[in-house]
Structure formats: structure tokens, C-alpha cells
């Protein structure tokens, strides 16, 4: 009979919070935040537009996230896209990268038969409203050099220190491995927040090092183990784009803190909801026997399905390990991939000369795989099989 073994993950230290406090009754407080992605609400409006912005402040939405580009005279306008581009928007510069473009030629164009909103109007009009957070994307074109990033995002938290938006606002940043010190040297209390395509533990590891305020990545690569990781080096876990609210529940059992929707108040809703809550449940799976002999100190990897097979993401595997020595008793360290060696992260599989199968529990690490090292002096047989998994199921 197998033996379950619980995986041992060190406590989150507390991380200091943005005031997120509501202006309206309505929008009650949750674990887990919800920001308004490109300042949209559900309700039709243009994304990013000045509108919004003032419509989701005035509603009472706390997080409010938008995008800016940066304009060949050194202004910043809110949009997504480097250039503006039909059907969407119109005017007489479409097609041409708003990085070359001033701002008096960016104000003839219209974008959702609304004109290309200002930085500095946005903050205007989210001013009033002191419980909104500002959280503004500065996007680079692919031709950007180093430079001229770097250069961008320093602006931009000089614009939010100059406007008094410091202590309400969010800059976040894809470049931030290039950005961040720049950024925290020009503005040095300014949070930044780390965007993410993937996650790896040295991604969340050079976050930390460089002091940024939440790590922000694609929601599909959410689980617990990224987030109790996330927390224990002290950073916030924001995740996007989160429309869908079964979503939703599923990311604040794991952990998240911040789920970006372009529909806020469904999400919301939802994660208000009586008998809201996700729980764990196990299912079963099968890969084929992997074989493999381990000399003293050696490491091997198994790369797992991220998803169960009814295409729920994976929070722990469960794979049956038959291992055993020649003589003598060994010692196996099993941990998620990218994880620092004997750490709390790691669990221990005693080995002797009685070919012994194990049923172990572990989270999936870096690209979805765990790592099996030998710590002893003896060589061990291993052989390894996925026979299941845990994954979140909601009422």
C-alpha cells in the first residue's frame, strides 16, 4: 500500500498592502482583489479610454489598470497597441507607431469614436477618488533598445511622482528585469510589478532581489505551489486575465491576491457568492513506468501534465515510486523543479535493499516537472509512475 506524503512549503511572511479601501458600499473587501483590466467594466465602454478610467473610479473600483505608450515628444498616451489600427480607431496617422507620433498628432485620432486619452487627463480624472489605484503598463515596441526602455519606464514614474500618484499607483512592466532598479533609483518608494509570460522559481527569485512589489502573470500557470512561493519571497501574486468566474474561485483558493477581469464586477460577484468556495479533489492518471538508476548525488527530472484530463490545471501530482539499493540505505530528495536544494520544499524517500513503491505527493515546478535527487553514497534503482493528481473542483 502506498504511502501519501504531504509536501512541506514555508510560511508566506506578510507582505504590505496597497490601500484597496472601497468608495462604494457595494464593492465589499475580499482576500483576493480584483483590478479593472484596461480600465473596462463590463459595460461596453472603450478600453483605456478616459471614460472608463473616470467611470471606473467613480464606481469604486480600487485597482484600475491601463497601458501607456510613449510619444516622440515625451508625453504618454494610453493604449495597448504601438500603433493605433482599424476598425478600432481613426484618423489621419493609422498604422504609424505612436512613438512617432507627437502628441498633437495623437490628439487628431479617435479610438471607439472616443480621442486617445493622456496620461495626465487619466490621473485627473482618478485623482478624486482616493481609494483607486492606478496600475499603468508601460509597453515598448520590439525595435525599443535597452536604453530607450529603461528611459520610458524611469518617465513614467517620474510623471506619477510629479502628479503626487506615487503612493497610488502600480507601474508595471514586462521589461522589469532591465527597468526596475532604474525606476526605484529615479522614484524610490514607486511599486513596481514584475510581468511574467511564465513563471520560473528564478523569475520569482530576481523579483524579489529587485524589490518589485507583485509578481503578474498569465492565470493558466497559477497554482498554490507558485503562489505560497510567490508570498514566501515577498511579493504579492497577480494574475490576468481572469473572465471567467470559476476562474476566479479556483485563483483565490490558490492564493492569488490580485486577478486583473475586463469584467470586475462579475468577478467580484462571484467570488462574493454564498458556498463560493473551491476544494482539492484527487483524480486519477497514468504515464508509462520510467526506469532509471541514480549514482550517489545524482539528480533526475520527470516532466508531468499541467492539466488533469478533464483540463483542470494541476496542483499536485501523485506518482508511485519504486525504488531500491543493492545494499545498505540510501536517501531520495524529492521537490519541485527550480527549487533550492534541501530546502523545506524538498521531501525524503528512505531507500534500502527491499524494493519498496512509495505514493508521493508534489507540487509541479519549472515547466511543469519535479526532480528526484540521490543523497546518499549508495546507487539507488528508481523507477517512477504518475498514478494521479489533485486539482480544485467548485460548488
Same mark, same amino acid.
Given at each position: ?196 509570460? $511564465?513563471?520560473? #522559481?528564478?523569475?520569482? !527569485? &530576481?523579483?524579489? *532581489?529587485?524589490? %518589485? ?5 498569465? /492565470? =493558466? ?94 496542483? $499536485?501530482?501523485? #506518482?508511485?515510486?519504486? !525504488? &531500491?539499493?543493492? *545494499?545498505?540505505? %540510501? ?5 519541485? /523543479? =527550480? ?57
Amino acid at each position: 500500500m502506498g504511502i501519501v506524503l504531504a509536501v512541506v512549503v514555508p510560511a508566506a511572511p506578510a507582505v504590505a498592502s496597497a490601500d484597496t479601501t472601497p468608495l462604494s458600499s457595494s464593492h465589499r473587501a475580499f482576500s483576493t482583489a480584483v483590478s479593472s483590466h484596461r480600465a473596462l467594466d463590463g459595460s461596453g465602454g472603450a478600453e483605456n479610454s478616459l471614460a472608463s478610467f473616470q467611470r471606473a473610479a467613480r464606481s469604486g473600483e480600487t485597482d484600475i489598470e491601463g497601458d501607456v505608450r510613449a510619444t516622440k515628444d515625451g508625453s504618454f498616451v494610453m493604449s495597448h497597441d504601438a500603433s493605433l489600427r482599424t476598425p478600432r480607431c481613426a484618423g489621419p496617422y493609422l498604422d504609424v507607431p505612436l512613438r512617432a507620433l507627437t502628441l498633437a498628432q495623437v490628439a487628431k485620432m479617435t479610438c471607439s469614436g472616443e480621442p486617445v486619452a493622456r496620461l495626465a487627463d487619466v490621473i485627473d480624472v482618478v485623482r478624486p477618488y482616493p481609494a483607486a489605484i492606478l496600475r499603468v503598463e508601460v509597453k515598448h515596441a520590439g525595435t525599443d533598445t535597452s536604453t530607450m526602455r529603461t528611459s520610458d519606464a524611469v518617465r513614467l514614474a517620474k510623471t506619477l511622482a510629479g502628479a503626487g500618484m506615487t503612493a497610488r499607483s502600480i507601474v508595471q512592466d514586462f521589461d522589469w528585469a532591465t527597468t526596475t532598479r532604474a525606476v526605484r533609483t529615479a522614484s524610490p518608494t514607486q511599486r513596481v510589478s514584475a510581468l511574467a509570460g $511564465t513563471l520560473t #522559481v528564478a523569475t520569482v !527569485a &530576481s523579483a524579489r *532581489s529587485l524589490g %518589485a512589489y507583485d509578481l503578474s502573470y498569465a /492565470q =493558466g500557470a497559477s497554482t498554490g505551489f507558485w503562489n505560497r512561493l510567490i508570498a514566501a519571497n515577498g511579493l504579492r501574486s497577480t494574475v490576468w486575465t481572469v473572465d471567467d468566474p470559476t476562474r476566479a474561485r479556483v485563483l483565490r483558493a490558490e492564493g492569488v491576491r490580485t486577478v486583473i477581469s475586463n469584467v470586475p464586477s462579475t468577478v467580484r460577484a462571484a467570488l462574493g457568492a454564498p458556498a463560493s468556495e473551491c476544494r482539492l479533489t484527487t483524480y486519477p492518471a497514468a504515464t508509462p513506468t520510467r526506469g532509471v538508476t541514480l549514482a550517489p548525488g545524482a539528480r533526475t527530472s520527470a516532466t508531468l501534465p499541467q492539466r488533469s484530463p478533464d483540463g483542470r490545471v494541476v496542483e $499536485t501530482a501523485l #506518482v508511485r515510486v519504486t !525504488a &531500491s539499493t543493492s *545494499s545498505g540505505a %540510501a536517501a531520495l530528495r524529492v521537490a519541485p /523543479q =527550480g527549487t533550492p536544494l534541501t530546502t523545506t520544499w524538498e521531501q525524503t524517500i528512505t531507500v534500502d535493499s527491499t524494493s519498496r513503491s512509495t505514493v508521493i505527493e508534489v507540487a509541479l515546478g519549472d515547466r511543469g516537472a519535479i526532480r528526484i535527487r540521490n543523497t546518499s553514497t549508495r546507487p539507488v534503482s528508481l523507477a517512477m509512475r504518475l498514478v494521479g493528481g489533485r486539482a480544485y473542483t467548485c460548488s
